[in-house]
């Protein structure tokens, strides 16, 4: 086998950079959607995200509907990480809430599903925001459904009121605006089947490992 894939496959486990609080970045810039504008999205923002509903579906024993409340009394995690996008920039901001692999076990996910996929309350360019990414980072200790960042509750422009901290992949695999949690076997008759937005419209990588 190629060492570097090697090196690639056995490293998946490994825990991204975590920093401290005197490393945080003063700022935190918001990318692309900085606010769905839909008048879906604008009703739930009315009422504080009180009728926010978090979908749990597909190659699942258990499809759940998880109110926020619901999410904030799961075990939730806390990391404070790097965040690096593609178009050059970083910052380093607190995370909190539960992992994704709670939500997922609660779930019952069956053993057939091989990829976790993430309905997005946004379009971006006119299309439906959406990522995916496999079973392994789905149950990485550090991807986490994020409530809060940098210790208040996720504003509008950082994905309000759910989105995904995927901390080993870049930027864009952190899908903003999460509606629903889909385990699928394939991702082919997702979208237009290459697994997300970016993957399939601009031709970046579906595995963004950092
Ligand atoms: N739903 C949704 N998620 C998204 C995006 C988006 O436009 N819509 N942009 C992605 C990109 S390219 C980056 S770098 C990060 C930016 O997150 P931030 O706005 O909290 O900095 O969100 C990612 N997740
Ligand atoms: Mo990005």
């Not at 810039?29 to 999205?41: K, L, S």
């Not at 996008?85 to 939500?103: F, K, N, Y």
């Not at 870049?170 to 509606?179: E, F, I, P, R, S």
């Not at 089947?193 to 970016?198: L, P």
Request: with cysteine; net charge positive; proline share 5%.
């Amino acid at each position: 086998m190629h060492k570097g894939l090697q090196r690639a496959l056995m490293n998946r486990g490994a825990l991204a950079p975590e920093f401290t609080r005197e490393q945080m970045s003063p700022v935190f810039r918001a990318n692309g959607t900085r606010d769905p504008g839909t008048p879906a999205y604008a009703a739930m923002v009315a009422d504080g995200f009180a009728s926010y509903r978090l979908q749990v579906g597909g190659l699942v024993d258990r499809p759940l509907s998880l109110s926020l409340a619901q999410l904030a009394s799961m075990p939730s995690r806390s990391q404070i990480t790097r965040h690096d996008c593609v178009e050059g920039w970083s910052a380093i901001g607190q995370w909190q809430g539960p992992m994704l692999g709670t939500v997922l076990k609660a779930a019952g996910m069956r053993q057939s599903a091989r990829y976790v996929v993430f309905t997005c309350a946004d379009l971006y360019n006119g299309e439906p925001y959406y990522e995916s990414i496999d079973t392994i980072d789905a149950f990485h200790p550090q991807t986490i459904l994020a409530l809060k960042m940098n210790g208040a509750r996720l504003t509008v422009p950082h994905g309000a009121p759910v989105r995904l901290r995927v901390e080993r992949q870049l930027g864009y695999k952190h899908a903003k605006y999460v509606t629903g949690i889909t385990a699928v076997s394939d991702l082919k008759s997702i979208g237009k089947g290459k697994g997300g937005y970016w993957e399939d419209n601009v031709d970046y990588d579906w595995y963004a490992g950092i």
